[in-house]
């Protein structure tokens, strides 16, 4: 009865899972594709969860930790890459955030926004 | 009924609100029309999901280290998850990744509007709301 | 960073600092999942570290605290996520068409940072509501809501920020953001909030200036 309901849990992660993915091969922009790995890590937390519970174990606790910590890096930095990307010398672009890669601007815009900010406390 | 089955039935209960809410969102996601709304369905199972999960993992615990276990994962999740839904909904917007037909009031670009068309009465730098480089990204809480 | 602190203010910094260094602790003691000697000490080694290598500015902590409204505001919060995460599920299926949305520029009543930060990431972890940009000099927080068909949804919104705001306020605001706020429930029409002594004479004073 409860294996049944665990199966049943199970199956509807998994369709979630795949409609995630289906998000992430279609598209179109490359922002949907990060909103849909979230989605799909924040999926695979809930379903790591949950097999925990059917075999009771906690083996796999500090997965879910990390996942927790770091699922939003990678969409914080193309959301950065993307936001840089299309506007090039914009209204607000400051020093490194202009030019170059995209990883040397998110790192100078990154840093000018620290200065502003210990700048301001600092008055 | 044991107690024991109890807490089984409780957290397979709690499993299932977590597995729909993982569905309903997969489905925003694949039916909603632009990458703004799509993030409100994406942000779901990111925490009501996650502490149904996380409830159902509790039930079952069997001493307290467990329990403290899951608290910083949720912390963790709490903390990211407007910060990457912030930047995501920020690129979005900034790119025109938006329908903007699909939109009843758009403030933001009224006011982006009115800030320009006041730079070219008084022929100076537009003072664009909004864009301030400073954002509350890095900011942890106290 | 800007140079020379004086000694009071670095003692004062490190007070300022102190809920960030307890919370450092706590994580790491939470991570480890026992409290031991070395732990704890490890913990407020690696806390000081932390908070020397990647250093940010002190929060503005108005220094007071309610518990009461702490709970209160947790509570309200558990019902909104649930609530909205109903909603937005809803949504989703909702065999009559995909929702009409909005962007919202709401005008939040105080100034703090630590008050703005805290209402846009409650906001923002509810769904149905998402912050995407912040006009920190104005205090603006521009708004992306979920499912706003007319005028007296995206008036609904609104209010439900503002409301957020001032649990936010009453828990942990300072004296001026709770008079900022009790000057607009004045003008409103509507009873003030949090009216001990201190806080009457605060708005006194501010009042006659």
Known sequence: MLQAAFVLVGTIFFAAVVLAVFRIVRGPSILDRMIATDMLVATLICALAAEMVQHEHTRTLPVLLVLAMTAFLATVGVARYVTQQDRPGGPQAEGGAAEGSAEGGAAGDDAAAHDTTSGRAAR | ?142 | MSGRITEIGRWQGFLLQLPLLVWLVVLWLLLWGHVTVISVLTGILLALLVTRIFYLPPVDLSGRFSVYWGLAFAWHFAVDLVRASVLVAWQAIDPRGVPVNSVLAIQLHTRSDLIMTLTAEAISLVPGSLVVEVDRERSLLYVHALGTPDDAAVERVRHSVLVVEERIVRTLGSEHDVWLINRERRAAGRPPIRLSARQRRYEEAREGE
């Open chain 2, 1 to 142: 009924m044991s107690a024991a089955e109890l807490l089984d039935a409780g957290s397979v209960l709690f499993l299932f609100a977590a597995a729909l809410l993982s569905l309903a969102a997969g489905i925003g996601i694949v039916r909603f029309p632009d990458p703004l709304s799509r993030m409100h369905a994406a942000t779901k199972p990111q925490i009501l999901g996650l502490v149904c999960a996380l409830v159902a993992l509790g039930l079952q615990a069997e001493n307290g280290a467990t329990v403290a276990a899951l608290v910083p994962i949720l912390a963790f999740q709490m903390l990211t998850a407007p910060v990457s839904a912030h930047m995501v909904g920020r690129a979005g917007y900034r790119t025109r990744h938006l329908r903007r037909d699909l939109l009843l009031r758009d403030e933001l670009a009224d006011a982006i509007d009115k800030a320009h068309a006041d730079a070219a009465h008084h022929d100076v730098e537009p003072d664009l709301p909004g864009l301030v480089t400073d954002e509350d990204t890095s900011t942890p809480r106290p």
